[in-house]
Every structure is written in structure tokens, then in C-alpha cells.
């Protein structure tokens, strides 16, 4: 059965840092390029980052362009979010999710998601 679980979310002060990580069951990350999304109550689900198969390249959202930095580790099936600096304004439910090759391409396979809260 193919899941992906998230994990790391979490209560944290403005300024701090959460690193996410994407964890791969039933099946191999190697094939796919890996999306982080959040959605906050009320707006639209936003795509955050993408992060190529080989994790040589990775697409960032304006909103979170030089705070937040994907990685991956195909060894260990995992994917990563490290996100510094938060803000109140990154409180949402994120989400990770497979794409078939690209980050181009359509999602595959969606995680259940992971609750981040930024507030003092």
C-alpha cells in the first residue's frame, strides 16, 4: 500500500525553525519528484516547494524563497522541509505529495498532512 506520512509539524515562536520530513511506505521516492503544500483554514491550498528526483533542484513559493530549503535522502525514502524563520503567516496544515518523474507532473500520491502553528 502506497503511504506517505509526515511528520515534525508543531507549535513554534516567530523566528523559530520545524524541519518537516516526508516518509515512504509500500513503495520507492526514487521516481518521484516530492511537493510540500499547506493550506491555512479559510485560503487556498499553496504549493510551497518541489524538489526534483535527483534533489538537484527545487522550486520555491515567493512566500517562503530563502526561509525554507528541501532536501532528500532517496537511501532512507525520506524527503525534508527545513523551514527557519516562520512566521504567523506559515500556520497551516502541510502536506506532501508524489509526482510521477517531474514536478511538472500531476500528484500520484498525497500524505495525510502535519499541523504547523507559528504564534508567541
Known amino acids: 500500500q502506497f503511504q506517505l506520512v509526515e511528520s515534525g509539524g508543531g507549535l513554534v515562536q516567530p523566528g523559530g525553525s520545524l524541519r518537516l520530513s516526508c516518509a515512504a511506505s509500500g513503495f520507492s521516492l526514487t521516481w518521484y519528484a516530492i511537493g510540500w503544500f499547506r493550506q491555512a483554514p479559510g485560503k487556498e491550498r499553496e504549493e510551497v516547494s518541489c524538489i526534483s528526483i535527483s534533489g538537484s533542484s527545487t522550486n520555491y513559493a515567493d512566500s517562503v524563497e530563502g526561509r525554507f530549503t528541501g532536501s532528500r535522502d532517496n537511501a532512507r525514502n525520506t524527503v525534508y522541509l527545513q523551514m527557519n524563520s516562520l512566521k504567523p503567516e506559515d500556520t497551516a496544515i502541510y502536506s506532501c505529495?508524489?509526482?510521477?518523474?517531474?514536478?511538472?507532473?500531476?500528484?500520484?500520491?498525497w500524505g495525510q498532512g502535519t499541523q504547523v502553528t507559528v504564534s508567541s
Open positions: 505529495a508524489a509526482k510521477t518523474d517531474a514536478c511538472s507532473n500531476p500528484i500520484a500520491h
